[in-house]
């Protein structure tokens, strides 16, 4: 009797951490920075700006930045928002898809100022 209450207690305690993680999806980044200029760039929760950072990295000019989220709920819409110093409008923002995601980040023109343009990266083409 003991023993079929601990197989049954441990049995309760797995489905309920398998049952924690239903529903949730992870999502990975690899940004290129292909502007003259140092960037921010966060994965954030949210349709509208600005919305609330999940994860945060720098990247220089000429790199690259791996970001990964994981056990994010299914319903809720994750962005990317890259940013400048000096940019003077809104950051650029591109909606994304659980899963990998490869994105590069240019400049409008070759100035400090001018608006940052994202896009992303093909399967198969430089990942």
Known sequence: ????????????AASILVGCQTGR????????????QP???????????????LS???IGPADRGR????????AWHVALEVDAQGNL???ARMPLEPGR???NVQQDRDASR?????????RGQGE
């Open 39 to 53: 960037i921010d760039a966060r994965l954030v929760r949210g349709t509208e700006a600005p919305g609330r950072a």
């Open 114 to 122: 001018a608006r940052l343009l994202l896009s992303k990266v093909q």
């Open 1 to 12: 009797m003991r023993g079929t209450l601990q197989a049954l207690a441990i049995g309760s």
């Open 101 to 103: 995601t490869a994105v």
């Open 67 to 74: 970001m990964l989220i994981t056990r994010i709920p299914k």
């Open 89 to 91: 409008g809104y950051p």
């Open 25 to 36: 999806v992870a999502y990975e980044l690899d940004v290129r920075n292909n502007a003259a």
């Open 56 to 58: 945060v990295v720098r």
